[in-house]
C-alpha cells in the first residue's frame, strides 16, 4: 500500500503540511482566500511538540491493524482491503466517536464546527493526484511511499 | 469444512468476514434471530428517527453475497448439540423446528436485557427493554400515544431510549436507583452535564428510590409504578434499561460450560470440541471494539490459523448526547493513593487519575479531539512523559517512533 | 489539582498572578500560548522572505536560495533591519511627540515642573535662553530640529549627548546617525525587494538606528519628560494589583508617552473632577499604572500623590488588571497596548479611549487632548463609563497581590544624590568587589520559555545572589518588582557582600529605573562612571540583559547597547539564526568593532555564569581585584 512516510527530523513546523489539508477539502479557491480562522478551515494532520520542543508530525498512517475503523459501530470507517487505506464515510458515521477513543496515537478528532463528523486523512483520493500534504511540504519531512 | 456462526452482531459478521478472507472455499452460514443486520449501539437513532432500518446497518450492502455467505434470519437457536455437531433452531415466522450441522460453530448471540426482580414486572404490552431492533421499532410504535413514558435505569441504555424518546419529542421519566446517571460511564461532574440537558430538554429523573412493586391494570397496558418511600408513578410505556447479561440460554443443556458467560481459552475456544465463542456472551467485555477483534480471533482459530486473544481489557466507553461528545477510559473515581488531575471551562472536562505517574483513568467532556493516546497510555500503563511541563501536554510526541513500514510505535 | 482550562502556559514568575490567571473566566494571552505553540522554523531562523510577489521563500537544504537569489544571510539581514527600523521608529514617536510637547508647553507658557532638569539639560546641549520657557522651547526645537535631519546630515545632538571615546569610534566605523527619522526611513528603503543585499551592512545600519534610538528615542524622551512632569524621586512605594482601589474611578493607562497627559493627570484631583466622581458615587479618580507609562508615573509618583498609588503591572500584566473588574477605563498612546484587552473591556463594559491613534485599538474612541475642554470631555466619558458599569459588573480583585514597599524612583540624578552626588561611593564599592559588577536586566516580558518573567525574575535572582548588583528598565522592573526583589528585604537573596551594602545603604539588590525609556538613563550612569575613571564604556564591569525581550522597539534598545559596546544576552534569538553571517557578526565579530556582542541562552543559571565570566574578565583587565 502507498503511506506517507515521515522524517520528523526534516519538520520545520511551518504547518503548510495543515493548510494544504485544510485546502484539498475545497471545491475551489486558492491558498490565498482559504479562511484560516473559520472552524470549517480544519487540516487532518497537525504538527505535536515534544517535550524538547522537537517538531512531531502526526497523520493517520492508515494502520494495518486499524483501531479506528476495528472500533467503528457504523460501518462508516473501514480498511479497503485493496488499497489498505482506511477509508471514512461521514453519511454513516453515528458520531459515536469509539474511532477517536481508540486511536492509538490520538490522530483523530471530532470536526470542530459541527462536532458531527471525524477529521480524518483521505488520501486526497478524490483529488487524483499525491496528498496535497506531501506535495506542500518545503523539506521534504513526508513522501509517499509503497509499503508493505 | 462448514462454519456456522448464531449471531449477526459484531462479532458474527466479523468472524464470518475473516473467515471468507482466509478460507475462498469452506461453507458459512449465519444464523440469527434478527432479520436484520444492525448495530445496536445506534438503535436510538432509529426510536428517534434520524436513520431508517438500512442506515443502521455497519456492512455494505451485498456483504452477504460479495462474500458468499449464507444468512438464516429469523431463526432462534434453542439447543447445541455437541455430539452430533448440530444446532437446534426456531423458525421465528412458521415456528417450526429445525436444525443445521456445523463442522465450525462459532457462538455469537451477544447478550439480553436483564429483568431485575421487581414484583409485578413482567413483559406484557407497555414493557419493554432495549436491546434489540424489534424493541426499538416497540418503542417507537408504543411512544407516539404514550403520556407516561418511565425507564427504568440511567446507564448508557436507558440513556440512549431517553434520547431517542426526546428525539421523538417526548419527555420520558427516568427512574435510577443510584445517585447520578451514567454512573458505569462517567463521573458524576460530567454526567451531570448530560443530566442538565436531558433536563432541560424535559426529562425528568428520580434517584435513590427503589422501585417496589408494579401494578399492571388487567390489558397491562397501563400501570403504576410503586416506589419504596411510598411515591407512586403512573406509566403506559415502561422502558427495562437495568443491565444485560450474556445470552447463554441456548447453552442450557448442551453441556458446555458457562459461568456468567460461556467459558472460553486463550484461544476463543470453548470446552466443547470444535466450539468457539466471541463477543458478549464471553462475558469478558460488552464493548464493540472487543467484539470485533474476538470474531476475528475466534475466525482465525476456526480457520486453523492458531491465534491468542491477548487484548488488554480495560474498561472504556464514548458518550455523545446533545452533540457534547465524552470518552472514558478506566478508572471513573480515585482510588486511595491516586492522584486527580482536572481541568475545566463553561464547555469542557478532563480528568486523568495517576497511580506513581501511571494514568489509571481519563475522563474527557466537550473537547475529545486527538485524545486516542490516554486509552493507549492506560491500558499499556505507560508512565506520564515527564519531559513535558505539564501532564496536559501528554501525546505521542514524547513516544514518537515509526517502524520500517512507517507506522507508528511507541518508543520504549 | 484543578484547573481552568487551557492554562498549561500559564506560568508565571509571580505565583499569585499565575494562580489568579488560571481560575479567571476571560481569555487572556496566556490562555492563547499553547494554541500558538508549534512555531514555523523558518520564522524563528528568520529565513522566510516574504519582500515579492515570487515569495514566501523560504531555505532548506534544497532551496538555500530565495527564486531572485537572495541567501540567508540576505533574507536574515533584510527581516532583522526592518524590525529595528520599525523599533526605533517607535522610539522616535515618542521623542518627537515628547518634544512637541515641550515646545507647546513652553510656547504656552504652561507649567514646568523640573526646572533644575532644564537647566542641566540646557548644560549638556549647550543652550542658552532668558528664561525657563524659551530654554525649554529651544531644547525642544534642537530635539525636533535633529530628528527632521535628512540621512546625509548628522544629528547635532549625538556628540553632546554621547561619551567621546564612543562618539570617535561611531564616526570612525561609519555609523553616526542622520536624522533619525530618515535613519528608519533609509532602513525601510534598503530592506526592500531587491535593494541592499549586503548583510553586514544592514547591520551596520541596525546600529545607526541604535544610536539615534538610543541617544534620542530613550534618553532624551526621559530628560524632556523630567522638565514637564518633575524629576524622579527615591521613595518605597506600592505595586501589584493591590494598589486597585474600587472605590475610586479607575484609569488604566498603557503607553510611552507620560507628556501626553500632563494635564489630564493634574487635573483628576481639582475639586470639579473630584465632584465629578462623587455625583457618581466615587471618591474620585485615580490612575493605575500599567506598562511604561505606569513605570513612569511611578518613579515621578513624589509628584502624582493623590491621582496614583502605584504601578500594578507590566504588558502582559495588563488584561488581567482590566479582568480584575474594576478598572472603568483604558486610556492609550502607545504600546504594549495589547489586542487581547478588547474583548476584556467589551465583556467588562470598560471604556476604551486612545489619545494617539498610533495605537488606537478597534473598540477604542480615539479623543484628542489639546485643551482643558479635552480633558473634561474625556473625564465625562470615563465618569460615564464608571456610573454604567460599576454593580452590573462583577469585581474579581486581588489586594494581596505584589507588596507595599518597592523601591522606587531611581534615576541617574537620584541615585546619584543618594550616594551624595558623586559616584564615587559606588565606584570604591565596585571597585573593591563589594559589587562585583553591574547589570541592566531590561526589555520586556513575554510568554514563551519558562513564562511570563520567569527568567527575568530567574536571573535577576542568580545575579544578585553572585554579588552584582542589578538595575532595570522597562516590562522587565514591572514583573521584578511584583515579585518582590526591588523591596529592601530582597537583600536575604543577594550574595552576602551585596546583602552587606544594601542592608548599610538600606537598599534593595535591584534598582528600579521604571520604564524602558529609562535604558537611557543607565546609558548615562554608565557613561558618567566611564567617564570618572577614565575609561570606555565597554571596559566597565557592566552588561546588559533583555532577558524577555518581547517586540522590535527591544531589537533597537538591543542595537543601542551593542553601539556602546556592552555584552548583550537575549533569552530567545532575534530570528536570526538562520544566518551564519549574521550570527557571526552578532555574537562575535561586534566585539572588533564596538566591543558588544549578543550572547544568547534562556537558562537563568547557566546565563547568570555567563554574565558573571564577563565582568569577572573585565574587572581583571581594570586589574580590579
Known amino acids: 500500500m502507498k503511506r506517507i512516510l515521515i522524517d520528523a527530523e526534516k519538520c520545520m513546523g511551518c504547518k503548510n503540511c495543515s493548510i494544504a489539508c485544510a485546502h484539498a477539502r475545497r471545491p475551489s479557491g486558492s491558498l490565498y482566500d482559504i479562511a484560516l480562522s473559520d472552524p470549517e478551515t480544519e487540516s487532518r494532520n497537525t504538527i505535536l511538540l515534544d517535550g524538547k520542543k522537537q517538531y512531531k508530525p502526526l497523520f493517520c498512517r492508515h494502520c494495518a491493524r486499524p483501531s479506528c475503523a476495528n472500533s467503528c459501530m457504523s460501518g462508516a470507517m473501514v480498511k479497503d482491503a485493496k488499497t489498505g487505506h482506511v477509508w471514512y464515510d461521514r453519511h454513516k458515521c453515528a458520531q459515536c466517536f469509539m474511532c477517536v477513543m481508540n486511536c492509538p496515537f490520538g490522530v483523530l478528532k471530532p470536526d470542530r464546527a459541527t462536532g458531527k463528523y471525524v477529521v480524518k486523512c483521505d488520501f486526497c483520493k478524490d483529488r487524483g493526484s499525491e496528498p496535497e500534504c506531501v506535495k506542500n511540504c518545503p523539506t521534504k519531512a513526508i513522501h509517499v511511499k509503497e509499503v508493505d | 469444512m462448514k462454519h456456522v456462526i448464531i449471531g449477526a452482531g459484531a462479532a458474527g459478521i466479523t468472524a464470518a468476514k475473516v473467515i471468507r478472507e482466509n478460507r475462498k472455499d469452506d461453507e458459512i452460514v449465519i444464523i440469527s434471530t434478527d432479520d436484520a443486520v444492525y448495530s445496536r449501539c445506534m438503535l436510538h437513532k432509529f426510536i428517534g428517527g434520524s436513520r431508517n432500518v438500512a442506515e443502521l446497518s455497519f456492512i455494505p450492502p451485498n456483504f452477504f453475497e460479495e462474500n458468499n455467505i449464507r444468512w438464516r434470519s429469523n431463526k432462534t437457536v434453542t439447543g447445541v448439540n455437541i455430539k452430533e455437531k448440530r444446532i437446534v433452531f426456531n423458525c421465528g415466522k412458521c415456528g417450526k423446528q429445525s436444525n443445521e450441522s456445523y463442522d465450525r460453530l462459532l457462538l455469537a448471540t451477544g447478550s439480553q436485557s436483564f429483568f431485575p426482580p421487581i414484583e409485578g414486572l413482567r413483559p406484557g404490552p407497555a414493557v419493554c427493554t432495549l436491546r434489540d431492533l424489534s424493541d426499538a421499532k416497540k418503542i417507537r410504535m408504543k411512544a407516539d400515544n404514550a403520556k407516561n413514558i418511565v425507564i427504568i435505569g440511567a446507564g448508557l441504555v436507558g440513556l440512549d431510549a431517553a434520547y431517542g424518546l426526546v428525539e421523538m419529542g417526548k419527555t420520558p421519566t427516568i427512574v435510577e436507583m443510584g445517585q447520578h446517571i451514567l454512573s458505569a460511564n462517567l463521573d458524576p461532574r460530567a454526567a451531570m452535564t448530560y443530566q442538565a440537558k436531558f433536563e432541560e430538554a424535559g426529562c425528568r429523573f428520580i434517584f435513590g428510590n427503589r422501585v417496589k412493586s408494579i401494578e399492571f391494570d388487567d390489558f397491562g397496558t397501563s400501570g403504576t409504578i410503586v416506589f419504596e418511600s411510598g411515591d ?168 514518537y517512533e515509526l517502524d520500517a513500514n512507517g507506522e507508528y510505535k511507541w518508543a520504549k | 489539582m484543578t484547573q481552568r482550562f487551557s492554562c498549561t502556559t500559564c506560568q508565571s514568575a509571580d505565583k499569585p498572578l499565575e494562580r489568579f490567571v488560571a481560575d479567571l473566566p476571560l481569555e487572556t494571552s496566556f490562555h492563547r500560548v499553547e494554541s500558538q505553540e508549534v512555531k514555523c522554523g523558518f520564522g524563528l531562523q528568520g529565513v522566510c522572505c516574504r519582500l515579492c510577489a515570487n515569495g514566501p521563500c523560504r531555505i532548506t537544504p534544497d532551496s538555500p536560495k530565495g527564486v531572485c537569489g537572495a541567501s540567508a544571510d540576505t533574507i536574515v539581514a533584510r527581516n532583522f533591519l526592518r524590525a529595528v527600523a520599525a523599533g526605533s521608529g517607535c522610539y522616535i514617536h515618542v521623542v518627537e511627540g515628547t518634544a512637541r510637547n515641550l515646545k507647546k508647553t513652553a510656547k504656552s507658557k504652561g507649567r ?431 552588561v546588559l540583559s533583555a532577558p524577555q525581550w518581547l517586540e522590535e522597539q527591544a531589537l533597537a534598545d538591543g542595537a543601542f547597547g551593542l553601539a556602546l559596546g556592552l555584552p548583550l544576552h537575549l533569552g530567545l534569538p532575534p530570528f536570526v539564526t538562520g544566518s551564519p553571517v549574521a550570527v557571526q557578526v552578532l555574537t562575535s565579530d561586534m566585539k572588533s568593532l564596538t566591543g558588544g556582542h549578543v550572547l544568547i541562552n534562556g537558562d537563568a543559571a547557566e546565563s547568570a555564569t555567563m554574565l558573571e565570566e564577563i565582568i569577572l574578565q573585565k574587572r581583571k583587565d581594570l586589574n580590579l581585584p
Open chain 3, 112 to 542: 514646568l515642573v523640573g526646572l533644575k532638569a532644564l537647566d542641566r539639560l540646557c548644560a549638556m546641549l549647550g543652550i542658552e535662553g532668558a528664561d525657563a520657557h524659551e530654554k525649554a522651547e529651544k531644547v525642544a526645537d534642537a530635539v525636533l530640529t535633529d530628528i527632521y535631519k535628512p540621512l546625509f546630515e548628522k544629528m547635532e545632538l549625538t556628540q553632546k549627548m554621547a561619551y567621546q571615546p564612543r562618539y570617535k569610534l561611531w564616526d570612525k566605523l561609519g555609523i553616526l546617525p542622520g536624522g533619525a527619522k530618515s535613519e528608519v526611513f533609509s532602513g525601510v528603503v534598503k530592506s526592500s525587494t531587491n535593494l541592499n543585499s549586503d548583510p553586514v551592512d544592514m547591520l551596520l545600519h541596525a546600529l545607526r538606528l541604535g544610536i539615534s534610538t538610543g541617544l534620542y528615542g530613550l534618553t532624551l524622551t526621559n530628560l524632556l519628560n523630567d522638565v514637564m512632569l518633575g524629576e524622579p524621586e527615591i521613595r518605597l512605594a506600592p505595586v501589584g494589583l493591590r494598589v486597585i482601589n474600587p472605590d475610586y474611578i479607575n484609569i488604566m493607562v498603557t503607553g510611552h508617552q507620560h507628556s501626553l497627559i500632563a494635564g489630564l493627570q493634574s487635573r483628576l484631583t481639582s475639586e470639579s473632577a473630584i465632584k465629578m466622581a462623587n455625583d457618581v458615587g466615587a471618591k474620585g479618580f485615580k490612575i493605575v499604572g500599567c506598562t511604561c507609562v505606569g513605570q513612569d508615573l511611578q518613579v515621578r509618583g513624589s509628584l502624582c500623590t493623590g491621582f496614583f498609588d502605584g504601578h500594578a503591572g507590566n504588558n502582559f500584566t495588563s488584561e488581567v488588571i482590566l479582568a480584575t473588574g474594576a478598572i472603568d477605563a483604558v486610556l492609550t498612546e502607545f504600546n504594549c497596548t495589547l489586542p487581547g484587552i478588547e474583548p476584556i473591556c467589551d465583556a467588562l463594559l470598560i471604556k476604551q479611549i486612545c489619545i494617539d491613534p498610533v495605537a488606537k485599538k478597534a473598540n477604542a474612541q480615539v479623543m484628542n487632548i489639546a485643551s482643558p475642554e479635552d480633558e473634561d470631555a474625556i473625564l465625562k466619558e470615563i465618569t460615564a463609563a464608571y456610573k454604567a458599569r460599576r454593580g452590573n459588573v462583577p469585581l474579581n480583585l486581588l489586594p494581596n497581590h505584589g507588596n507595599d514597599n518597592t523601591l522606587t524612583g531611581v534615576s541617574e540624578t537620584s541615585l546619584k544624590a543618594f550616594l551624595g552626588d558623586t559616584w564615587q561611593p559606588l565606584i570604591e564599592l565596585i571597585a573593591s568587589g563589594q559589587i562585583k559588577g553591574l547589570a541592566a536586566v531590561v526589555g520586556c516580558s513575554n510568554l514563551m520559555g519558562a513564562g511570563h518573567d520567569v527568567l527575568s525574575v530567574e536571573l535577576t535572582k542568580e545575579l544578585i545572589a553572585k554579588d552584582i548588583l542589578v538595575l532595570t528598565a522597562g516590562c522587565s522592573s514591572g514583573g521584578i518588582e511584583n515579585c518582590g526583589l526591588m523591596s529592601p528585604e530582597a537583600a536575604e537573596l543577594a550574595g552576602p557582600k551585596l546583602k552587606a551594602v544594601c542592608e548599610k545603604l538600606g537598599i534593595p539588590p535591584v534598582l528600579n529605573f521604571g520604564p524602558c525609556l529609562a535604558i537611557g538613563r543607565l546609558e548615562i550612569v554608565a557613561t558618567e562612571i566611564a567617564e570618572a575613571l577614565n575609561i570606555d564604556i565597554p571596559q566597565l564591569p557592566l
Open chain 2, 232 to 399: 407512586k408513578l403512573p406509566t403506559d410505556l415502561l422502558i427495562v434499561a437495568a443491565g444485560v447479561s450474556p445470552a447463554i440460554g441456548l447453552l442450557k443443556s448442551s453441556g458446555i460450560p458457562y459461568n456468567r458467560g460461556v467459558i472460553v481459552n486463550e484461544y476463543l475456544a470453548t470446552e466443547a470440541e470444535y466450539v468457539y465463542a466471541a463477543g458478549d456472551i464471553t462475558g469478558l467485555s460488552e464493548s464493540w471494539p472487543s467484539a470485533i477483534s474476538q470474531g476475528e480471533i475466534a475466525a482465525l482459530n476456526m480457520c486453523g490459523i492458531k491465534s491468542v486473544y491477548d487484548d488488554i481489557l480495560e474498561r472504556q466507553n464514548t458518550v455523545n448526547f446533545f452533540d457534547i461528545p465524552s470518552l472514558s477510559v478506566g478508572r471513573l473515581n480515585p482510588e486511595p493513593g491516586d492522584v486527580v488531575h482536572i481541568r475545566e471551562d463553561q464547555q469542557r472536562y478532563q480528568k486523568v487519575i495517576t497511580q506513581n505517574n501511571i494514568s489509571v483513568g481519563v475522563t474527557l467532556q466537550g473537547d475529545i479531539s486527538r485524545s486516542g493516546f490516554w486509552q493507549y497510555l492506560i491500558k499499556h500503563k505507560i508512565p506520564i512523559n515527564n519531559a513535558q511541563e505539564s501532564l496536559w501536554k501528554t501525546s505521542f510526541a514524547d513516544s
